[in-house]
């Protein structure tokens, strides 16, 4: 599919309620709004591999896979799995050989289906309480009233709408926090309601319905936070302009209509969370919007720059200024833009965003850093099922790429020239609790802690263990001997260490290898089992070599191991 906008015909809210296979390609906004819209059950994953004009490096073609199940989905799909007679990189080679790329990226997913991918998708992925607002409405306003990069006083011609909708993204992930998109029907079935979330983000909402609008300000009142930029409903579900917005009360603003246009930057003066006072040059504001009865957080040459309204038990925060440019992916001719976070700009709006989270008490679970700064790019990401939790971090190339190497578009050509700095970065990580932490792709025991040492390089995915007991050992019982033609059951049981409680659920990896030392590798299974325990079965075929075959069983979570023979006889 193609990205949810009025020119492709796709409405993820609309599809979800058919389809059972929802994916699309790699566009990191759509990957998100699939992601948290999804019914359960749904086939999800997006296209990579050999698409014309595309980054074909190991970092990158490494990291798609995990990408693809660190978001929650449970497919990868490769594009296509061809021979490669074109100047760009296909599957194989005209004698079949398998090309760099498509090698890399089946590693990749050979290690993911060797037990971690079953372990994470029967866990659960966590947010942190936050929602994006998902609006059909919206994408159809910017359509006809189309939040242009010229307009925002901005450079190039370029749309700003999604970039507002990813920048949003990059500052949550930045700042430790996930989020679930939601839609205008999941309000209306009552997602405000639950208590799930404590917070709701409009991005570029220019346009939501009048149901919308009455449960975000019930939302409001009973306690939760809602945060907006600019031109927050100012047109209704079918495009029509209002004199007043449909969120004008709840922001406590009042606004001339939108279409009036001044391009001109202001100076901006306004004061941090933290007490700071801030200073900006050239910043763009709607010099339309005037406080009512909400109170300003600073001003433009007499314009608010953040407007601040108490409803009820809760808040409404109006950001009256672009957010889409604190990530900046789009190139104009040949120039590079700069990626604007690793600015003052960047340290503004996350110290901004994170202060008035944290008046709210929504506060990130952990911290990743390197060498005493902020990693950015690094997204967290926790998974938990009963008392155990796992971490993992994505190192994401498509953003370090900007900060450490020189890319440009050369239009002419559809190349892209990449250079990056793919060195493993020191990595701090920490965490609110201790916990028994096991780095989860090495198999190794960190400790009983709640700060972890390591490194990370663009495109890699760390994933750390968080149990509440450290694992003694896996005992693994197998018969001695076994006819061929017949199957071998097998049971395999976690021992913890003594007063640290019960094990609990966890998935358990099968590696046969046969009499001659070799791997047989449709032998390979995973299994998933509550209280450390579960049941295998290795189903052997009636021409399989008679031996001594060695049965290796491997805790995914800790990568201890246990292993026992099996005479195969006739």
Known sequence: MFDADPYAGVDWELFRTAATLLHGYERPVQDEQVRSLAPPGALTGYWFGSYYNRDYS???????????????????????????????????????????????????????????????????????????????????ANAAYPLRRERLGLEGREPAFMETRYSWQML??????????????????????????????????????????????????GGGLLLADIWPAVVDQWCNPLEEGLLDDVFGVRRSWVGAEDRRKRPVRFRLPDGSDVELPHRCVDHTLHAAVGGPRGEACGIPFVVENRLGRGRALLLNFYVGDYYTSWHFREETHADLRFGRWGGVLRALLRGVLEESDVRARVSVSSEGRALLGCEPVFFSRGGSRYLALEYKPDIIYFVNGDIRVILDRYEYDIHPDVSPRPLHVGLRDRSHVYDLREGRYLG??????????????????????????????????????EVAHLDVDVAVEASEGEPGRHCFHLDAVNPDGEMVRHYAQNALGDEGRAALQVPFARNDPCGTWRLIVRDVSTGITAEAPVQLHD
């Open 172 to 221: 949550l992930e930045d700042l430790g926090l996930q989020y679930q998109y939601v839609s205008e029907g999941d309000i209306a079935r009552g997602a405000l309601d639950t208590g799930e979330y404590r917070v709701m983000i409009l991005p570029a909402s220019q346009a939501i319905t009048a149901e919308t609008a009455r449960a975000l300000e019930g939302f409001v009142r």
């Open 448 to 485: 009983f802690a709640s700060e972890l040492e390591s490194e990370i390089a663009p495109g890699e995915a760390k994933v750390f263990s968080l149990l509440p007991y450290r694992v003694a050992a896996l005992t693994l019982e197998a018969p001695r001997r076994v006819r061929r033609g």
């Open 58 to 140: 190991e970092p990158k073609m490494r990291w798609h896979p995990w990408h693809a199940l660190l978001n929650g989905f449970n497919s990868a799909w490769w594009w296509t799995a061809d021979i490669a007679y074109s100047t760009w990189p296909d599957a194989f080679a005209p004698d079949l050989t398998p090309l760099d790329p498509f090698k890399w990226t089946m590693e990749e997913v050979r290690e993911i289906k060797s037990g971690v991918g079953r372990l994470l998708l029967d866990s659960r992925r966590e947010h942190d309480g936050i929602a994006l607002l998902y609006s059909m409405p919206s994408y159809l």
